[in-house]
DNA sequence: TCAAAAGTGTTATCCTTACACCCATGT
DNA sequence: ACATGGGTGTAAGGATAACACTTTTGA
């Protein structure tokens, strides 16, 4: 080791993506905003002296900074970019920041008092397929990406940009081929692209007038939140097809069109309600409670809860998302 | 926020878990052993000056402590339990780790030569089941567990201890249902159950004297670092599955049985080879080079190579694991 | 000739996907 | 009566898992 090693100027930042499904069926995170009205995720230095364990700290600032005392709780990532940087004093102190998920459910009523909580979509608009393909991937993203191909200097890049291209935004004709696990990926190509508005407050550079600029829409984040936010989402889609952990956003006891919302929520697109409903049924994820509900507005529909004994019996337990609507 | 917090004394570590299979199908990492014989992960302090992200410090790490440039490299997991501390002057640090998987292919003579090379199943040896299951579990393993549930001191607790230990060891008799993922969760049981040495080196006790421990076999490493080794064979477990990283272990050609030795190396358990290789021409992840290898020992066999073009077909893409053998 | 590995055929079973239809309740 | 959501039957197609067998080489 012959350079001279700094290893003082570092701030370890926790950070929460904290989610639920309200009662309208919309995936929410719970934001904070900074003065400028700008959102951010809840977030706080680690303590070494304070908290235990990285994931103590973080249920710590999580239950100072919001009304929520959180469940389960999952590490993410942990991101480091030179571009987060925090001033301390006269020095520059380098931020790397361990992204955490946790998700919690949240009464109805209690739901409407508590603010701070946005839809997912607001922020990654075009990761919501529930309505079908959202017009703006066809209007917006892929004219600006097929600019951006071909706006590559060499073959190559040009290659590679097709490439990643196709891979994340399933770029055929009949718009088919749609996979809803890679939203850190499409949310990386579309910074790659310089069409995300942190491309140019990261690089300090100033956005382009209004009519020249081709940003996709969806609210921005401050620092990198919202990539964050995109892994967030990105690994809860990937999990909840080998682990229960949708029932985390559930009540104790819910209808299975219920369920099917709340997993449409998190996937982004819709089921087809038998297969969706076999498939409870062959791998015993859920049992009635033998209560029903008046309150679905049509048939009264049977109760059901998380069967508990399936955690002891298999390892690998999830719904997997097939698709139809 | 009231209390007084302290950011100041953390140190960044990063670790590096090196993989590779070597041409007797063995499934190897890259250590370091320390003054007393200890085997360690190369690993170093993140240097927010010089290092522009976490994984370029990693990569100028691994650089300076092995003869490798690595190639494939994906972020695990950022451990920061209390137990991690290191003497700074006089000052206590906290250190966190980030631990960080690496993939490479290493020529044969170069294995030779290259003696930090182990068998990671030296580490973890209840995770190989290709000659079946291993003796340890049944003799050595299930009694202490069975102990260890016993012991309780509430049923609550009792039961909590069998669901682990069920849902981690598939503890029937038949033995089926083993699942080759939960590395990590098989880890931190018997960690739980006070089964490692490592246990006692934490808390700062004394190893109980051999009559009385019940410690199961295989070697231990410094710091956490077999945890973060549980980590890394756990990933690429499951991360096999779907995608294509089987190939950062393969040379440019290969046999289809070498491919299906790696695979094995890697999941621990053997595979059925006619399933295995329908599986490949299914997905369209291999083609033929035209070459053929006399090197088999039997009759030659054909070179293939991996399909790069199916990165921009699909995004899911990788080797699903059917046993039998 | 025999060991060692390459390479192929076939089947039962299960899961996925996709249809289409009937039932019970509130307004 | 009708809208709303609850709840079911069935069938084609494909993937999986499990059989067993022939072929080609080197020693």
Redesign the pocket.
Known sequence: MATNIQTENIELELSAVIVSVNEFDTPEVLVIKDEKGVAQLPAGPFDPVHHTTLELGLRAWIMEQTPFTPGYVEQLYTFGNRGRVAMKGKEAKRVVSVGYLALTWCEEDQAERLAPWRSWYEFLPWEDWRQGRPEMIDKHILPSLKRWIASAETQTERDDRKRRCAACFAMRDDGAGWDYEPVLERYELLYSARLLPEVFRDKGEKLPPVEEHELVPGRSMRYDHRRILATAIGRLRGKIKYRPVIFELMPESF????LQKTMEAIGGYQL????F???LE?NRLVEETGEMS?K???????LFQFRKEILSERVAIGV?M???G
């Open positions: 209808t299975l069109l219920q087809h309600k038998q297969n409903r076999r498939l062959n008046k679905t507005g049509g048939r009264p529909a049977a997997k097939s698709p139809s």
